[in-house]
Each structure stands twice: as structure tokens, then as C-alpha cells.
């Protein structure tokens, strides 16, 4: 992490995987790395540099924290109010861990009481979910209450479009990284052995789909490798 920080002395607490563009449709991979100094929100990077800064906040630019509702985002706003950035959790344990692993940063670190407030009512959001429900629903605004809200995100493997779907994404449409034959452990036999089988995959814009055969069409999986 040395090639992220800012600070000489800069001392590592806890870095936090969540996500970005999740009600955009436009789901991508965020870390949130926690030091004494400062808060980084940072993206994938190369080899050489395994991450890439894309934001550094120090402690003492926080003015308070909002809670999404259902406890399924988190949005940091600074005294500058220009500068605010919306992360997304999608799970309510998350966002707790991560309120938490935050106040113990700046306990630890750089920020001197008061810290930032946490709002927790997320007032607007059940608002508007209420009125967009009511107007789908041809109902008064009143006669909605909100029992759950979450964030969901999956991926269909197979190709969308109208037609025969090809056995397998090819490099000019979906960005072939690597194809080719690998080993998978299936299990073991009665002296311990362990038995192995081969299978087709292809790496594509970081999704591994697994096929039984190179002329096979449905992926008996896909794992997300971000």
C-alpha cells in the first residue's frame, strides 16, 4: 500500500470491499482503505501499482455521514458539499462493520472530537420509494409502507440478444482475456486420492465461465473474479 498513501508515517487500519453505480446499472468494485490520516476510495489497478487512488479524503474534511435506507449505502459528504461520494454496501451488516471500522480510524488517527455525525433516517429515500410504489400501484402516497428495501445485483452469463447464442464469448465482442482447458478438483476417492477433471473456461471482462466442452453453449457457472 505504500504506493497509495500520501503520508511518510502513514499507518494501515482497514480496507473494505464495496461498490459503486449499483442504481446506475453500472455496478464496479471499490476499496475503501482506512488509515490514521485519511479515507481512500480506490479501484483496481495494474501490476506494478495494484490500486489507483481515485479519491483521499483526510478525517478532518468530514462533515457527517448519511445512511442509505435499509442500511444498504453509505454516502460520505465533506464541508464541501460539492464533494460527496455515495458507496454502496448492499447489506446492512456491511455498512454497520464499516461505521464502526470508520469511528475507530479516527479515534486512532489525525480527527479530534466531535466526529462526524451518522444520519440514519434516510427520510428522502423513503419518500420517493413510497411515491414511485404509489403512483406503479395507482394508490395514495399514505397507504404505502416501505417493509424492506435491498440492493440486488446478478449476471446473466448467456448472451441477450436475439439468436443463437454463440458457444462462448468471443474476443472481438466481450474482451477475451484467456480460453483454454483447465483442471478442477471434484472431490476425492475412498484412499484419499484427490480426483481431478477437465473442463473449457473463458475469462472475459473479469468473469470465469466454466463449460463441460468447447462447443458447449450454456456455462454450468460463472464467477465474478473482481
Given amino acids: 500500500m505504500i504506493h497509495v498513501f500520501r503520508e511518510n508515517e502513514e499507518q494501515l487500519l482497514r480496507m473494505i470491499r464495496m461498490s459503486t453505480g449499483h442504481m446506475e446499472g453500472n455496478l ?3 476499496y475503501v482503505l482506512l488509515t490514521d490520516c485519511y479515507v481512500y476510495l480506490l479501484r483496481k489497478g495494474a501490476a506494478e501499482k495494484p490500486y489507483m487512488v481515485e479519491e483521499a479524503l483526510s478525517y478532518n474534511e468530514l462533515d457527517y ?3 442509505g435506507l435499509d442500511q444498504q449505502t453509505v454516502t460520505l459528504v465533506c464541508t464541501n458539499r460539492r464533494k460527496q461520494f455515495l458507496l454502496d454496501s448492499a447489506d446492512a ?4 462493520f ?3 471500522s470508520l469511528k475507530s480510524a479516527m479515534i486512532k488517527g489525525c480527527r479530534e472530537p466531535p466526529y462526524p455525525s451518522i444520519l440514519t433516517d434516510a427520510t428522502m429515500e423513503k419518500l420517493a420509494l413510497a411515491k414511485f410504489v404509489a403512483q406503479e400501484s395507482k394508490r395514495e402516497t399514505s397507504e404505502v409502507t416501505v417493509r424492506f428495501y435491498g440492493l440486488v445485483h446478478w ?6 440478444t436475439l439468436g443463437p447464442a454463440p458457444p462462448h464469448p468471443t474476443a ?3 474482451c477475451v482475456m484467456k480460453e483454454g482447458i483447465l483442471n478442477y478438483k471434484v472431490g476425492t476417492n475412498y ?5 481431478w477433471k477437465p473442463c473449457f473456461v473463458v475469462l472475459s471482462n473479469g468473469i470465469l465461465y466454466q463449460y463441460p466442452d468447447r462447443t458447449d453453449v450454456t456455462p454450468l457457472l460463472s464467477v465474478n473474479m473482481g
Fill in 28 to 30: 464496479q468494485l471499490i
Fill in 65 to 67: 455521514v448519511s445512511v
Fill in 93 to 96: 451488516s456491511l455498512t454497520e
Fill in 98 to 100: 464499516f461505521l464502526m
Fill in 155 to 160: 449476471e446473466d452469463p448467456l448472451d441477450e
Fill in 172 to 174: 472481438a465482442e466481450n
Fill in 191 to 195: 484412499l484419499g486420492k484427490e480426483l
